[in-house]
C-alpha cells in the first residue's frame, strides 16, 4: 500500500540533545512538508520541500532543519535551539499539479517528548 | 495572506442529532477549502475539498461541506452524529492557481458525540 512512514512514533530528547525525526513516502509525490501540532493551536509549517535539493522555510523553521537529498525521504532534526519541542511532528506529501487542487497525504505523526 | 478561523474549541452532539463544525476563511482571490479529521495517536485524514462548481460538497463517512463565497465559510455539516465521529476535525485553505504552496490549517475543533 502506498503511503507515508513516519518513524518512531514516540521519541524522548534529553536538554541539549539533536534528533532526527525520519519521513518517508513511497506515494511518488513531489512536496513533502512538515507541520508541528500543538494541542489548541493547530498545524503550523515548519519546513517544506517542491523538488529534491530544496526546500523552504515555514512559519516555524527556527531551531529545526531538514534535507531532501532524495524525493521519498524528508528528515526533519530537532536541534537543541529549539527550546520547547515537545509536540507531535506530522509530515504530508502531495503530487505537484501547479494548480494545488490537491491536499495533502499525512503521516500518522511522531510524538516527541523533552525529558 | 492566508487564515482559517475554527471559532469552536469544543462541539457537543448528542448522536443521531445533526452536527456542524464552522469554518471561516481568509484569502486573496478564489479558494481551495479542504476539511480533515484525526482520530487519537494518528495523522489527519481527508474528508473532503471544494475546488470549484456546486457549494455542496459531498465527502466522506457521510460529511458535507457548504462553501458560501459571500461570507467566506465553509462549515462542515452531518445530518445524523455517530458516537464514532468523535475526533478532531481541521480546516484548510489554499488560494486558487497559487501552485502548491503549503495549506493554511485552522487551530481545530473538538467534536464529542454523546451516546
Known amino acids: 500500500d502506498g503511503g507515508i512512514t513516519q518513524s518512531p512514533k514516540y521519541l524522548f530528547r534529553k536538554e541539549g540533545q539533536n534528533v532526527t525525526l525520519s519521513c518517508e513516502q513511497n506515494l511518488n509525490h513531489d512536496a513533502m512538508y512538515w507541520y508541528r501540532q500543538d494541542p489548541g493551536q493547530g498545524l503550523r509549517l515548519i519546513y517544506y520541500?517542491?523538488?529534491?535539493?530544496?526546500?523552504q522555510k515555514g512559519d516555524i523553521a527556527e531551531g529545526y532543519s531538514v534535507s531532501r537529498e532524495k524525493k521519498e525521504s524528508f528528515p526533519l532534526t530537532v536541534t537543541s535551539a529549539q527550546k520547547n519541542p515537545t509536540a507531535v511532528y506530522l509530515c504530508?506529501?502531495?503530487?505537484?499539479?501547479?494548480?494545488?487542487?490537491?491536499?495533502?497525504?499525512f503521516g500518522s505523526g511522531t510524538r516527541l517528548t523533552v525529558v | 495572506a492566508q487564515s482559517v478561523a475554527q471559532p469552536e474549541d469544543q462541539v457537543n452532539v448528542a448522536e443521531g442529532n445533526p452536527l456542524t463544525v464552522k469554518c471561516t476563511y481568509s484569502v486573496s482571490g478564489n479558494p481551495y477549502l479542504f476539511w480533515y479529521v484525526q482520530y487519537p495517536n494518528r495523522g489527519l485524514q481527508f474528508l473532503l475539498k471544494y475546488i470549484t462548481g456546486d457549494n455542496l460538497v459531498k465527502g466522506s463517512y457521510g460529511f458535507e461541506a457548504e462553501f458560501n463565497k459571500s461570507q467566506t465559510s465553509f462549515h462542515l455539516k452531518k445530518p445524523s452524529a455517530l458516537v464514532s465521529d468523535s475526533a478532531l476535525y481541521f480546516c484548510a485553505v489554499r488560494a486558487l492557481n497559487s501552485g502548491n504552496t503549503p495549506l493554511v490549517f485552522g487551530k481545530g475543533t473538538r467534536l464529542s458525540v454523546i451516546a
Open positions: 520541500s517542491q523538488i529534491v535539493n530544496d526546500f
Open positions: 504530508a506529501s502531495t503530487p505537484l499539479t501547479g494548480t494545488g487542487d490537491y491536499g495533502y497525504t
